[in-house]
């Protein structure tokens, strides 16, 4: 018999066992209501985990040009997003770039909700990272009926210009560098609309003084285009080439201080030669061109999206161990070869949860921040293992 009050029963003192079991269910009981009451406040408000952001720490790398494209836009744990920055930093990237909705932080009567901003921005800055900020996403307030996220038109590039400066004032030395909107040549991106240069070049041309004004210090960086070969015309976007182009004939050259790019290697290796008609990772030197045909040598390119992908069933996947061996080729040939890309930016870092789609196999780090063998690989390339 497994029972501690069997002793008192065998000796017959049956007043002192009698006590002692009204003594131990009062205990059981007792306790048993502490239990579940403790465990009904669990339900209703959990203790929050205490994240303190530490002391400033350093990027130590070997090769400061590489990045990553964060994704802490949709993460809402505090300890996720100083976990997700400190593998950054560990990793030895140097760089981040972190989206910022407009349409999440921003009210109809001028109000800014910075909570979340405050939060990854305060980490990032601690664990030593440069911040490169995308702006976009346009709340319903500011758009017309029925029209999607993306939707930007002229009627609302003053309050997004509002935004976009008061975002500049809030983090002045603590965020260098802001990205206006995100692959404008794309319809999508675009708010489903023919996209036109003039239409972009328009909006920078508001934008750009409106945070000039605000913080003289801060970087604007125009573009960050989509590689694509879709022709005029077509109901889906613009070549980037044709795209860039026309930005310059618009006069976009006044409106930014670094352009932003998207380069994905897809099946090719990194060292795969350019063509007009062929999208691979050096597409960036045929950018670089029409730069430099309108006297614009001096502005640095920024690389915000880049990669290879190793979905095992996806047409335009690499293998794992090719991923690894292009991902770090690609980072030494930028670095030999274009003294005028300034970082790279590896999409995506990790992702809050899977998208149960071939994007999670663009991750160095899994939702359950398990590092990929690419991560381990990139940290040993910048000299951290």
Known sequence: MDCPLYPAYAAGNRLKAARMVQLHS?????????????????????????????????????????????????????????????LVRQMGAQWIVEFFPWAYYAAADGGFAWGHPDMVITHAYMQGLTIIARLGLTPEWARPPDTPLTYLDATAYDDFAAYAAAFAARY???????????????????????????????????VYPAVKAANPDMIVLAGALAPTLEPAGSPWGLNDLTYLTGMYEAGAAAYFDGLAVHSYGLTFPPDAEP???????????????????????????????????DHPRWTRAVRPGQRIEYTRDALQFAETNWPYVAMIGIWAFR?????????DYYTLVTPEFVKKPIYEAIQSYTGNR
């Open 26 to 86: 009062l205990n059981f009981h007792t306790g048993l209501r502490l239990f579940l009451l403790l465990g009904l406040l669990s339900l209703i408000a959990p203790a929050p985990i205490l994240v303190t952001p530490g002391p400033p720490q350093t990027v130590y790398t070997q090769h400061p040009i590489v990045g990553v494209h964060t994704r802490l836009t949709d993460e809402v744990e505090e300890w996720k997003i100083q976990r997700s920055l400190q």
């Open 172 to 206: 002045r030395g603590q965020v260098d560098y802001l990205i206006i909107g995100n692959e404008p040549n794309l319809s999508y991106e675009w708010g489903y609309r023919p996209t036109t240069p003039q239409d972009y070049v328009d909006l920078l041309a508001v």
């Open 275 to 309: 063509g007009p008609d062929v999208l691979n990772f050096r597409r960036i030197e045929l950018m670089r061109q029409v730069m430099m045909q309108y006297g614009d040598e001096e502005t640095h390119m920024y690389i915000t999206e880049t990669g290879w992908n």
């Open 351 to 359: 992702f809050p949860a899977p998208t149960k789609s071939y994007m």
